[in-house]
């Protein structure tokens, strides 16, 4: 029992360390739309909180929209495509009511606007643990599990892959090494 209470307390420890890494990220999406000059060495903050601890803004799937914005999380995949669009898979964070877990939630960053592109918008405990569907078979139903510490990749064709993380489906934890591809 303590060994699982030490684990939360290290994961609650690093969420509150990490709260500031969405305005860090808000920098890598490219130019955005902000009328603000950009000057050589120096950092222009391009969206979200200002304060730690801000759960995500859904918004409509598929929309992009200026007040969507990912909730604060950290050890989530990430990928630059082609054009310069910033996309972020799951973490360990917060969902839009302010309850902290794992994520399965896929984002993306472009012409300054955040967009919530696939996956729940709201956690449920236990963990889902994702559908795997049909091996080798896209379709609308499919979804890792929620997890951190996924690595990603982009193929030639802009497809978004992700392998492997952890996730608390399994007691204490569960490592993946499952393949995952998206097509945007």
């Not at 950092?43 to 995500?56: H, L, Y």
């Not at 799937?61 to 972020?88: C, E, H, K, V, Y």
């Amino acid at each position: 029992m303590r060994k699982y209470r030490f684990a939360y307390l290290c994961r609650v420890l690093l969420l509150a360390a990490a709260a500031t890494l969405p305005l860090l990220l808000m920098g890598c999406g490219g130019s955005g739309s902000s009328s603000a000059a950009s000057a050589q060495h120096e950092w222009v903050w391009m969206g979200g909180s200002n304060k730690g601890m801000q759960g995500a803004v859904y918004g409509t799937m598929g929309t992009p929209a200026a007040l969507n914005t990912p909730g604060a999380r950290f050890a989530s995949a990430s990928w630059t495509d082609a054009q310069g669009n910033f996309w972020i898979y799951g973490g360990d964070g917060l969902v839009s009511y302010g309850i902290s877990g794992y994520l399965n939630d896929l984002w993306k960053y472009s012409n300054g606007q955040w967009t919530w592109v696939n996956g729940p918008s709201t956690k449920t405990f236990p963990l889902a643990p994702g559908n795997y569907g049909t091996l080798g078979v896209a379709a609308a139903t499919n979804i890792p599990s929620p997890r951190a510490n996924a690595s990603g990749w982009i193929d030639k064709n802009g497809n978004l892959w992700l392998f492997g993380g952890v996730s608390p489906n399994a007691e204490p934890f569960a490592w993946y090494n499952d393949l995952w591809k998206y097509t945007p």
